[in-house]
Nanobody
Framework: QVELTEFGGGLVQPGGSLRLSCALS????????IAWFRQAPGKEREGISC???????IYLDSAKGRFTMSRDNRKKMVYLQMNSLLPEDTATYYCATQNMCRNDVPFLSWGRGTQVTVSS
């Protein structure tokens, strides 16, 4: 019923920018929180950011000042703008839905992920 699909991953040079998109279906976006995660091979999944209609926050310290979340409720799209990319940003990026931006709140749906590779 609820599906999320990430788009926009690819290869980018260090210092470059990339905009990830999360397309949602099956529910009204404005009622839910959307979170971005990433996971590199052999590493634990990292929470990047989360936002609702009223709150926007970057959790990952290394992303602060470089990553920005935005959303378009009408289009049912959520975005992650990533600037000044570093090789350590290389990972698979996922979006997920919650009822609110809290770690103890269950995630309702997950996308399949989009690969981001930062390399020269």
């Amino acid at each position: 019923q609820v599906e999320l699909t990430e788009f926009g991953g690819g290869l980018v040079q260090p210092g470059g920018s990339l905009r990830l998109s999360c397309a949602l279906s099956g529910f009204a976006l404005d009622y839910y929180a959307i979170a971005w995660f990433r996971q590199a091979p052999g590493k634990e999944r990292e929470g990047i950011s989360c936002m609702t209609a009223n709150i926007r926050e970057i959790y990952l310290d290394s992303a602060k000042g470089r990553f920005t979340m935005s959303r378009d409720n009408r289009k049912k799209m959520v975005y992650l703008q990533m600037n000044s990319l570093l090789p350590e940003d290389t990972a698979t990026y996922y979006c997920a839905t919650q009822n609110m931006c809290r770690n103890d709140v269950p995630f309702l749906s997950w996308g399949r992920g989009t690969q981001v590779t930062v390399s020269s």
